[in-house]
T-cell receptor
Framework: AQSVAQPEDQVNVAEGNPLTVKCTYSVSGNPYLFWYVQYPNRGLQFLLKYITGDNLVKGSYGFEAEFNKSQTSFHLKKPSALVSDSALYFCAVRGDLNSGGYQKVTFGIGTKLQVIP | NAGVTQTPKFRVLKTGQSMTLLCAQDMNHEYMYWYRQDPGMGLRLIHYSVGEGTTAKGEVPDGYNVSRLKKQNFLLGLESAAPSQTSVYFC???????????????FGAGSRLTVL
């Protein structure tokens, strides 16, 4: 069964410093990888995805993520953190389509990012 | 363009009561989903639908039923609410597999349910 691990419950970073939120995954077949962000009392919003191609993916709000197949990781990064980046971040994975043409998306438990002014 | 709309946003139930959460999307998406979010457990899929008139079980379907009579609506029902169903419920939708955006989920704002 596919799974996602986000090993850090919370990441604290000073404003202006680079940030990394870690994600590793397990899936049979080719992985489709995603990052979503959740602000307080809101639904999840899509940030970026990796389907195929370049291992470095750029997304919304200056975020990027690097796909590493050998380490089965898809860490989220940003060169310079903003206080407004403080939120809950979810990594997600989807495997190959099943015989019915559908494969569900599995989410990690989320990592709280706190950017300190 | 409203995206995904969930109603109600908040609800308090007593054990044994029934209720229905409504999800509506205006993006003509084929797929729709119901997730629950609990502290320390992330999002767990309850039920999903790959098209009008079809539904399927997710990871935690017990105690819930769903219906998708119209493409734009996905209803989540609790027949006899239990305290363990206290949670925040999120509806999401995505295009069909033929679309370039097939993999990206659009979420509603959530429905907070408390069962006493």
């Amino acid at each position: 069964a596919q799974s996602v691990a986000q090993p850090e419950d919370q990441v604290n970073v000073a404003e202006g410093n680079p940030l990394t939120v870690k994600c590793t995954y397990s899936v049979s077949g080719n992985p489709y990888l995603f990052w979503y962000v959740q602000y307080p009392n809101r639904g999840l919003q899509f940030l970026l995805k990796y389907i195929t191609g370049d291992n470095l993916v750029k997304g919304s709000y200056g975020f990027e993520a690097e796909f590493n197949k050998s380490q089965t990781s898809f860490h989220l990064k940003k060169p310079s953190a903003l206080v407004s980046d403080s939120a809950l971040y979810f990594c997600a994975v989807r495997g190959d389509l099943n015989s019915g043409g559908y494969q569900k998306v599995t989410f990690g438990i989320g990592t709280k990012l706190q950017v300190i002014p | 363009n409203a995206g995904v709309t969930q109603t109600p946003k908040f609800r308090v139930l007593k054990t044994g009561q029934s209720m229905t959460l409504l999800c509506a999307q205006d993006m003509n998406h084929e797929y729709m989903y119901w997730y629950r979010q609990d502290p320390g457990m992330g999002l767990r899929l309850i039920h999903y639908s790959v098209g009008e008139g079809t539904t399927a079980k997710g990871e935690v379907p017990d105690g819930y039923n769903v219906s998708r009579l119209k493409k734009q609506n996905f209803l989540l029902g609790l027949e006899s609410a239990a305290p363990s169903q206290t949670s925040v419920y999120f509806c999401a939708s995505s295009p069909g597999t033929a679309s370039s955006g097939a993999n990206v989920l659009t979420f509603g704002a959530g429905s907070r349910l408390t069962v006493l």
